[in-house]
Each structure stands twice: as C-alpha cells, then as structure tokens.
Nanobody, 121 residues
C-alpha cells in the first residue's frame, strides 16, 4: 500500500502561482511513476502531469505546457507541481496518483485526498 498526502492548494488570482506537494509513504519502492490529475466541478477527472521517478521524464497535458512543472525529490518521496500563470479554467480539485502509468486515471492504484485550487479572474 502507498499513502499519498497532498498540500499547497488555495485561492489565487489569475496569473498567480501555487506549488502543490504530494508526500508518499508506505511501499513506495513499487512506485515508478507519480502523476497529478484534476477534477473540476461537474467534469471528469483529467490528467495534468506525470514524472518518472527513476529517470525524471516528465509528461504534461497540452493545456498546461509551459505553465506547470512537475518534479520529484527522491530523498523525501515527494512530488511537486509548480503552477505558474494560473487561469480560471485551472480551478479544480487536484489529486496526486501513484502505482500506475499513463494518462488514464483508471491505471493508477493509489490516490491522495485532493487539494482545492481556485483561480479568480
């Protein structure tokens, strides 16, 4: 089992920045990719970004490329999502995911509780 705890959400004005953190604990040695998803009210959960824990390869959905950056700290078993140039359409609950791969939420076994990000116009 892997436990994930997110932090760092909040309310920010358009154009502002936030950094989300996801701390992993438990059987993290079986986790090779960690990802961030988001779910806006009334919409399906969508992939945002992922990072390969071994090689550091990163992947992003087109809508956040150039604005968001995912990174990992192996020593702390923590993954970060730096979000710059935030837009109102980025408003959502952001979830950290592990124990899977790819851009489909159904491929991940472990999820955090989510952290709310609200961007005001």
């Amino acid at each position: 089992q892997v436990q994930l705890v997110e932090s760092g959400g909040g309310l920010v004005q358009a154009g502002g920045s936030l950094r989300l953190s996801c701390a992993a604990s438990g059987r993290t040695d079986s986790t090779y990719t960690m990802a961030w998803f988001r779910q806006a009210f009334g919409k399906e959960r969508e992939f945002v970004a992922a990072v390969s824990l071994n090689f550091g390869d990163t992947y992003y959905v087109d809508s956040v490329k150039g604005r968001f950056s995912i990174s990992r700290d192996g020593a702390k078993n923590t993954v970060y999502l730096q979000m710059n140039g935030l837009k109102p359409e980025d408003t959502a609950v952001y979830y950290c995911a592990a124990g899977g791969w790819g851009t489909r939420s159904t491929r991940y076994d472990y999820w955090g509780q989510g952290t709310q990000v609200t961007v005001s116009s």
